[in-house]
């Protein structure tokens, strides 16, 4: 009787792990054949009945290194390429527009192009974050891809405030935020004990991107005119966002974790909520020197083919700040890394409109870019240590939601500063005092969490 009894508990745990395939898991959502290999791994076990049971990241060791791992981060790197250093290179368009195509419009009004990128590429965080949990991630980010490029070449057929409002502000801010979404929560996949330095060098990307294609444009423009210059840039980005489609691939299994859409407990957590309006009022600020670096410098009387460089120069040395901030933060813990950095940007904010002589706005730019990277290189490193890494997705995304809203807003509110005063020493108080507010928030959200003042987070 007793083997008898045995034999139909096999049986019955046999059919358990038949029925909890990955199909079974989330019925609909998308696998490679690869996805399920590393499924299958990560759930194998010695015994019959664990085999039944799908794997928690809990359970799973993090790769941290190889060659598989490090595709992914080159993979990101293309991708920030691709989607921030785009977007960072906003200022020398805003700059030529204010000059010729749009120059019959308020520098506020040029600056909504700008700021619709700027929050696009983290609103549709939400969604992608969720999607990307339950599986969903190669349709999404193709799509967004081929979004990007197309938007890019309708560029260059733009002839009117609302053609550019539309192309480069609307649809190439949603395709970007399609793109950079899920990168995170990949990267969250393969790193643990190492994410700081693979987000770092995955944020290297954004600085390559925001260095070299606004030196393209300055070049290419007087050479073969904006239209051509436009398709050029589409021609890269197709390049860089082909080499991340080819590349990026998610390791653990989705799991449908409680909710829906919304995730709406993680804000009874006090340091999760605090971290959110942080980002908020921080990106009321900033942006706006990145915004506004080229004009200020074109309105103290530096000539054209220097203040176009800035915005380069800028994102060049961002470069240097996004990846030491990645090699302190594994150490240090981030949020102890990007205080400090951020404090040093808001007050370099108040003291960049005074910088009238060229020597003195390249040492601003140096200095800002270098802080302002270490702080957008680490954005998203708390999220993950605020929860389970089956919610990574969903809760970076409701987080990228909310910083959306702050890149919306910061740059035309700048923008109607400089337009009401007729000069920068406003704006920079306004955008620095953000960016300071936004520290002391994020200080407190540190403390919540760690309920004392020295420790690692």
């Known amino acids: 009787m007793s083997r008898e009894n045995d034999r139909d508990a096999h049986r019955r745990r046999s059919t358990m792990t038949d029925d909890l395939t990955l199909e079974n898991v989330l019925p609909g959502a998308e696998f490679s054949r690869s996805e399920k290999t590393e499924a299958g791994k990560a759930g194998s076990t010695n015994g019959v009945a664990d085999a039944a049971v799908v794997p928690t990241p809990a359970d799973v060791d993090f790769p941290d290194g190889g060659l598989k791992a490090w595709m992914m981060v080159f993979g990101g790197m293309c991708n920030t390429f691709s ?26 009004d040029i600056a909504w192009i700008g700021s619709l990128q700027y929050s696009l590429i983290f609103f549709p965080g939400l969604f992608v974050g969720r999607l990307f949990d339950l599986g969903y991630f190669r349709s999404i980010f193709l799509t967004s891809s081929a979004l990007l490029v197309l938007s890019t070449f309708l560029i260059a057929q733009c002839t009117q405030y609302w053609h550019f409002l539309l192309c480069q502000g609307i649809v190439v801010g949603l ?6 979404g899920p990168t995170t929560a990949v990267i969250a996949h393969w790193f643990k004990r190492r994410r700081g ?21 300055q070049r290419l423009i007087p050479m073969i005119g904006f239209p051509w210059t436009m398709r050029v840039i589409g021609f890269i980005l197709l390049f860089t966002s ?59 009387g530096l000539p054209s083919d220097i203040s176009f460089y800035l915005v380069s120069i800028a994102n060049a040395s961002s470069l240097f700040g996004r990846y030491t901030s990645g090699l302190l933060c594994d150490r240090l813990g981030s949020m102890n890394v990007m205080i400090p950095f951020t404090a ?25 870019g270098f802080c302002s ?25 409701m987080f990228m939601s909310i910083t959306a809203l702050g890149a919306l807003g910061g740059p035309p ?41 020295v420790g690692k987070f």
């Open 242 to 300: 082909g080499m991340a489609n080819v590349t990026l691939k998610r390791r653990l299994p989705p799991r449908d974790a409680p909710g829906g859409l919304l995730n709406l407990r993680a804000f009874k957590y006090a340091p999760y909520t605090l971290y959110c309006i942080s980002s908020f009022v921080t990106f009321l600020g900033i942006y706006t020197v990145l915004t506004y670096v080229n004009v200020s410098a074109t309105a103290i």
């Open 83 to 108: 989607t921030f250093g785009y977007v960072n290179s906003w200022g020398v368009f805003q700059a030529y527009y204010q000059t010729t195509i749009l120059n019959d419009s308020s520098p506020s």
């Open 197 to 217: 330095l693979a987000m770092a060098c995955v944020a290297i990307g954004s600085s390559l991107g925001g260095t070299l294609l606004p030196i393209a444009a």
């Open 373 to 397: 990277g270490s702080y957008v290189s680490l954005l998203a490193n708390p999220m993950m240590e605020m929860g389970d890494t089956d919610d990574v997705g969903r809760r970076v995304g």
């Open 413 to 453: 509110i700048s923008g109607a500063i400089n337009h009401a005063t007729g000069g920068f020493e406003a704006v920079g108080y306004y955008a620095g005092t953000c960016v300071l507010v936004g520290v002391g928030i994020m200080c407190m959200s540190r403390h919540l969490a760690l309920r004392r003042l």
């Open 175 to 180: 395709a970007a935020g399609g793109i950079y």
């Open 344 to 368: 040093i940007a808001g007050i370099l904010t108040y003291a960049w409109p005074f910088a009238k002589t060229k020597a003195a706005l390249i040492v601003v730019t140096i200095i800002y």
